[in-house]
C-alpha cells in the first residue's frame, strides 16, 4: 500500500499533470484573470454573477485590462408537479450564461461558452417564503456559474500560457 502511496504522485507528474494556477498570483493564469474586465450584465441575476465574479477574479489582484467578460443570462423559473388543488407544488428554477472572453485591442472572441446550473424549489403556503426560496436559489445559481465560468477562463488561461511557452 505505501508503494502505491508513492507510485501515485510520481505517475501524475509523468502525465503531465500540473496546477491550474501554479506560480501564485505571478503564475500566467492568475495573471489572465486579474486583467478581466467584466462587462456589466442586466438584472438583479446580472448583479449576483458579476459580484461573484469580482470576488473570485479580485482575490488574484487587478492588473491592466487584456480581456473583456460579456456574458448574457437566461433565468426562469418552471412549475413542476401538482397538487388536487392545481397549485405548483414544485418548481425549478435555471440559471444560464452565454459568456465570451473578448480582447481589450481589436476585439477578437478568443473563448466563446456556455455555463448552467438549476436548482429545485417547494412551493409552500406562505407566498413569502416560496419568493425567499427562489431568492436563495438565485444566489446559490449565481454563484455556481460564477465559479464555472472562471473555471473555464482559467484552463483557457493555462492552455494559451503552455502554447506560449510561459507558466
Known amino acids: 500500500m505505501t508503494r502505491l502511496a508513492i507510485l501515485v504522485p510520481l ?3 509523468a502525465c503531465g499533470l500540473q496546477p491550474v494556477y501554479s506560480g501564485g498570483r505571478q503564475g500566467a493564469v492568475a495573471q489572465a484573470l486579474a486583467g478581466i474586465d467584466i462587462a456589466p450584465i442586466e438584472g438583479r441575476a446580472g448583479w449576483l454573477v458579476t459580484n461573484a465574479l469580482r470576488d473570485r ?3 488574484l489582484g487587478s492588473g491592466p485590462a487584456r480581456y473583456r467578460l460579456d456574458i448574457r443570462l437566461d433565468d426562469q423559473i418552471a412549475g413542476l408537479g401538482s ?12 440559471l444560464r450564461a452565454r459568456y465570451q472572453l473578448v480582447e481589450a485591442q481589436g476585439g477578437a472572441v478568443v473563448l466563446d461558452a456556455t455555463a448552467g446550473s438549476d436548482a429545485g424549489i417547494d412551493v409552500v403556503g406562505s407566498e413569502y417564503a416560496t419568493i425567499a426560496a427562489e431568492n436563495t436559489a438565485l444566489e446559490r445559481l449565481a454563484e455556481t456559474i460564477a465559479d464555472q465560468i472562471v473555471a473555464r477562463v482559467a484552463v483557457h488561461a493555462r492552455r494559451e500560457a503552455k502554447a506560449a511557452g510561459t507558466r
Do not use: W, Y
Not at 388536487?84 to 435555471?94: G, M, Q
Open 57 to 59: 477574479i479580485g482575490a
Open 83 to 94: 397538487r388536487s388543488d392545481d397549485s405548483v407544488a414544485r418548481e425549478r428554477r435555471t
Open 11 to 13: 505517475l501524475l507528474t
